[in-house]
């Protein structure tokens, strides 16, 4: 049965990357795995064609699509438009339309980029830990919001930080499973001493663990887990939380990687259904420049074959390949060092293919 792609270019490098995560999976095709891949517009090029971040056509073909291959959104140049119509809105609303609800963020240190990390080599050495996002639910969803005018002339931004019990439950049950094919250890973070809402999260996610014995649970403030991420990040096994604080957790994760250009993420359904991209956003200072890094976008195909197509074998491949380049000493800008040889994008994409 024919796999159906939808591949969502986006904004800024998106297209760049988008192309060289492709080509993998046109090799794939051509040694025999069953998908169609069709191309949509989402974000600022897709109001720049329609008028809106999140056309029908793409929310319908994407809603058909077994999983969604997306770039980037976003830029200077949509940034003065009105809120309800800014790039970023088309990625919100497809979330949110599809109930992609579970954002797994990897953060993997691979041992040819230890000199990359910010962080001392032993502080980092063998990081492997997964973040787990709550995505279409609190402070980004909430209703009320907006920005209104007090009685007193001055003006008042408000948002709305709000949870279900099922909202909790359902990605909370996504990282106890995660957990328990990896070292059986969930820390769940949240800030339970002045947030209701996350003394809720913290009270749900204590309940559920009842029902996994196996695995170890914990709870953190953020504020302290933004510490030890950066103090002691080997610590982590598996990290569950809302989906604000994930936002940022996981791009301070990245970092202890040596680039946000590294890491892949997958946000799914209750079917495993998903969208994957890179965590890293548009980048339009560099836009066209041949210049960003891919890996993270080939390595969230990866993912994608494996927790939507049910094809490890060829995650794995992919996975091997993007080690057996880093072994060679090619590097984009972002990752570069003394004595490694820069790369472009297409280059570093063709490389990729090479290996495997």
């Known amino acids: 049965m024919t796999k159906k792609i939808v591949v969502l270019p986006g904004d800024g490098i998106g297209p760049e990357i988008v192309a060289e995560a492709v080509k993998i999976l046109e090799k794939f095709r051509e040694e025999g795995l069953n998908i169609n891949l069709e191309y949509g517009l989402i974000g600022g090029a897709a109001y720049d064609e329609t008028g809106t971040p999140l056309p029908a056509e793409t929310l319908e073909m994407s809603k058909q699509a077994d999983a969604i291959l997306l770039g980037a959104v976003g830029g200077y140049k949509w940034e003065s438009l009105d809120i309800s119509v800014r790039p970023e809105k088309g990625l919100l609303g497809i979330r949110s339309e599809l109930n992609l609800f579970a954002n797994l963020r990897p953060a993997i240190l691979y041992p040819q980029l230890a000199d990359a990390s910010t962080l001392k080599p032993e502080v980092v050495a063998g990081l492997d830990l997964m973040i787990v996002r709550e995505l279409t639910g609190g402070i980004y969803f909430g209703q009320p919001r907006g920005i209104r005018t007090l009685d007193n002339g001055e003006k008042q931004g408000f948002n709305t930080l709000v949870y279900r019990e099922s909202e909790i439950n359902r990605i909370g049950k996504v990282a106890f499973d995660i957990a328990a094919k990896r070292q059986g250890r969930v820390c769940s973070v949240d800030k339970a001493n002045v947030l209701e809402s996350t003394e809720l999260w913290r009270e749900t996610m204590t309940t559920l663990s009842k029902s996994y014995p196996d695995i170890e649970l914990s709870h953190m403030y953020v504020d302290n887990a933004a510490m030890q991420l950066v103090r002691a990040p080997k610590q982590f096994d598996v990290m569950v939380t809302t989906n604000m604080f994930g936002d940022i957790l996981s791009d301070c994760a990245s970092m202890l990687t040596g ?95 090479a290996a495997l």
């Not at 997958?266 to 980048?283: F, Q, V």
């Not at 420049?289 to 080939?298: C, D, F, K």
């Not at 996975?319 to 060092?337: F, H, M, P, Q």
């Open 259 to 353: 680039s946000i250009g590294m890491l892949p993420s997958a946000s799914l359904d209750e079917n495993s259904k998903g969208m994957y991209e890179p965590i890293h956003g548009s980048a339009p200072d560099i836009a066209g420049q041949n210049i960003a890094n891919p890996l993270a976008t080939i390595l969230s195909a990866a993912m994608m074959l494996r927790y939507t197509l049910d094809e490890a074998s060829m995650a794995d491949r992919i996975e091997k390949a993007v080690s057996k380049v880093l072994d060679d000493g090619l590097r984009t800008a972002d990752i570069y060092s003394a004595g490694m040889t820069k790369v472009s994008t297409s280059e570093m994409g063709d490389a990729v293919l």
